[in-house]
């Protein structure tokens, strides 16, 4: 890692928690709360001020720790469908299915426990807060590796929502998933892929609190094509997330 490595900056301030306890998982639940429901209105407010679904039932959690303040910053989950209940649905299955494009991946023919859904991605406000992202539940800075940052940048952590995309991507690896999806804006994945996540667009673009399409990556695009600083920050979550988790990942039983 070079001196002023990304990795090394957001080691520094910052580690993955999974959220394997009732605590943890509210924390998440409160910042998700302040995101969506406080801050852009997206949800209903209600007096627990806390965010839910039906789907956090079937789903890991990752909280991102501010470490001199321990501070929780910024929350993801990855929702996966259950082996024993076909039935149960991922978020884009319900509300987006009607704009996939099967004939790039049809998510009804996977397996379910096989694959995922990255989704309900938060940052407070309080480490992103700029003018022009007010309406936004997350930021991606455009990165250029060579860059030493200012002090400003520092100040404003412009790497927390990367750091919480590529812990879903651990904990989907972790899985075994063969691959998962997520709602983005088009112009998100176009930086995405700049970072080297290859993500196909399997999806109409639609109004879904702004416009946004489905998307695919493949188990073999999971950290493979990252640029080499956000291996090393990938390399950081993943070892990070090991430690925390212990559970027994998804087997096609066909493969038996």
Avoid at 83 to 105: D, G
Avoid at 131 to 141: G, H, M
Avoid at 221 to 239: A, P, R
Wanted: proline share 5%.
């Amino acid at each position: 890692m070079s001196e002023y490595s990304i990795a090394k900056h957001f080691n520094k301030y910052f580690k993955i928690r999974f959220a394997d306890t009732k605590a943890l998982r509210q924390a998440a639940f409160n910042i998700r709360y302040g995101v969506y429901s406080s801050e852009l209105g997206w949800e209903p407010e209600n007096e627990l001020k806390i965010e839910t679904d039906a789907y956090d039932d079937y789903a890991f959690h990752c909280l991102l720790e501010h470490r001199r303040t321990g501070t929780f910053a910024g929350c993801i989950r990855l929702v996966i469908p259950p082996v024993s209940q076909p039935n149960f649905q991922l978020p884009f299955e319900k509300n987006c299915l009607h704009s996939a494009l099967p004939e790039i991946i049809d998510s009804t023919t996977l397996k379910r426990g096989s694959f995922g859904e990255i989704s309900r991605l938060a940052v407070l406000a309080s480490f992103r807060r700029r003018e022009k992202e007010k309406s936004k539940p997350f930021i991606i800075n455009e990165i250029n590796p060579e860059t030493v940052y200012t002090e400003d940048e520092r100040r404003n952590f412009p790497n927390i929502a990367m750091g919480l995309y590529l812990a879903g991507l651990s904990l989907a690896s972790l899985c075994n998933h063969v691959g998962l999806f997520v709602m983005m804006e088009p112009r998100l994945n176009r930086r995405l892929t700049r970072f080297g996540l290859p993500f196909e667009q399997a999806g109409e673009a639609m109004d879904y609190h702004g416009q946004r399409a489905m998307f695919y990556l493949e188990k073999e695009g999971f950290s493979l094509n990252l640029t080499e600083e956000l291996k090393d920050l990938y390399t950081i979550i993943h070892n990070d997330i090991c430690q925390q988790i212990s559970f027994i990942p998804y087997t096609n039983p066909a493969e038996k």
